[in-house]
């Protein structure tokens, strides 16, 4: 998929190119399958079938000289999930000139909920309840989900991507999904929700990369009984809807969401450097010692050293779920320097040794 950021574009001005990419798309070994354009935010994101960027870029120079501000490789069943679609619309007006011309925008609204690790609750709680817990939390959401008119994307067992291309649906399911849900359900598998909005493809090489990350870094901070809205979302939506219901949302200003943001790039960036510490973070943040501690409390409530121990212990557990088996590797590779001291950390965070999460897991 590639992006391109035209100024003052218009629906019929795409049509006309995307014919001209299908005269020239077999040249190159593409195969030009649909696009989306979105004329109030001037962008076009194009989906083909290619054999490397190179050609993609090629074709557009030979078709019509706008080459792509950015091109990343997507799965075709992951594209339909978030936007509904691979081919062009059916119902696609035909021009006087036979130009099939539509204005399908790709921008989307992103609901992401998260919950404690299936592991870890099978763990903290047995087999049989953790099941019991987790089928009660997914029917409620799924049943919300096709309620509200929105696609689940992923579901990993702890929590879902579920995209709508309407802020008033993706808040209409979150706020139901929150008031269904038991209070003892929610409060045992941590339930976080958070709204976000975005394109597919931005500065990640990921399909709403950026969108879904920002997303669940919101969920990292929201209280319980509560939906993390992000300000983009919050202008989509009716003001009476946000005043009736205020009580159920973290509304973030634009100023907290540049903190989070910045914080966890900073960490994301840094957090397998075992020589990143403090005052390493004061220097990636452009913060003194003294303004990191006051502002990272004031929108985690965790102090930065704290905060860089929790990330990095989160990353040792995705570490163990996607590859690695041994203890001492993990440990290097997340950005601890003893395994002791790692096994100790991991132990008080999650309650089990390492050793014997890796167990459970494999």
């Known amino acids: 998929m590639d992006?391109?950021?035209?100024?003052?574009?218009?629906?019929?001005?795409?049509?006309?190119?995307?014919?001209?990419?299908?005269?020239?798309?077999?040249?190159h070994g593409c195969n030009c399958m649909t696009y989306w354009i979105d004329e109030a935010r001037e962008n076009i994101f194009c989906l083909i079938e290619a054999p490397?960027?190179?050609?993609?870029?090629?074709?557009?120079?030979?078709?019509?000289?706008?080459?792509?501000?950015?091109i990343i490789e997507v799965n075709s069943n992951l594209v339909e999930a978030f936007l509904g679609r691979i081919y062009d619309p059916p119902n696609a007006q035909i021009s006087d000139e036979g130009l099939k011309v539509f204005a399908d925008s790709s921008f989307r609204i992103l609901l992401v909920t998260k919950t404690t690790d299936p592991v870890l609750l099978k763990h903290?709680?047995?087999?049989?309840?953790?099941?019991?817990?987790?089928?009660?939390?997914?029917?409620?959401?799924?049943?919300?989900?096709?309620?509200?008119?929105?696609?689940?994307?992923?579901?990993?067992?702890?929590?879902?991507v579920v995209s709508f291309s309407s802020a008033s649906k993706a808040m209409a399911c979150a706020l139901s999904i929150l008031k269904e849900m038991p209070d003892?359900?929610?409060?045992?598998?941590?339930?976080?929700?958070?709204?976000?909005?975005g394109e597919p493809v931005e500065r990640s090489e990921h399909l709403f990369g950026e969108t879904i990350q920002f997303a669940s870094n919101m969920c990292r901070?929201?209280?319980?009984?509560?939906?993390?809205?992000?300000?983009?979302?919050?202008?989509?939506?009716?003001?009476?809807?946000?005043?009736?219901?205020?009580?159920?949302?973290?509304?973030?200003?634009?100023?907290?969401e540049h903190l989070l943001k910045l914080l966890f790039t900073t960490l994301e960036e840094n957090w397998q450097d075992a020589d990143f510490d403090i005052s390493d973070y004061c220097k990636g943040t452009a913060m003194s010692g003294s303004q990191?501690?006051?502002?990272?409390?004031?929108?985690?409530?965790?102090?930065?050293?704290?905060?860089?121990?929790?990330?990095?212990?989160?990353?040792?557990?995705?570490?163990?779920?996607?590859?690695?088996?041994?203890i001492a590797?993990?440990?290097?590779?997340?950005?601890?320097?003893?395994?002791?001291?790692?096994?100790?950390?991991?132990?008080?965070?999650?309650?089990?040794?390492p050793m014997t999460y890796l167990e459970l897991l494999h």
């Open 329 to 353: 590797q993990i440990t290097f590779d997340s950005g601890f320097t003893s395994a002791s001291y790692f096994t100790k950390c991991f132990k008080k965070k999650y309650g089990l040794l």
């Open 52 to 70: 490397d960027k190179l050609a993609v870029e090629e074709m557009h120079s030979k078709a019509h000289g706008l080459i792509p501000n950015k």
């Open 221 to 256: 901070i929201a209280k319980e009984g509560k939906i993390a809205i992000a300000s983009s979302v919050k202008e989509l939506i009716a003001d009476d809807l946000f005043q009736q219901e205020r009580k159920y949302f973290l509304n973030l200003l634009p100023q907290d």
């Open 184 to 197: 003892s359900v929610s409060a045992q598998i941590d339930l976080k929700l958070a709204v976000n909005a």
């Open 292 to 326: 990191l501690y006051r502002k990272t409390i004031a929108l985690t409530s965790l102090p930065p050293n704290s905060l860089l121990k929790d990330f990095r212990l989160y990353k040792a557990k995705e570490l163990m779920r996607k590859r690695y088996y041994n």
């Open 124 to 160: 903290q709680f047995g087999d049989n309840k953790a099941g019991e817990l987790l089928n009660a939390h997914t029917g409620i959401i799924r049943k919300n989900i096709l309620q509200h008119g929105g696609r689940e994307v992923e579901h990993e067992g702890g929590g879902f």
């Open 3 to 27: 992006v391109h950021i035209v100024p003052g574009v218009k629906a019929k001005d795409v049509a006309d190119a995307h014919r001209l990419d299908l005269l020239h798309q077999q040249e």
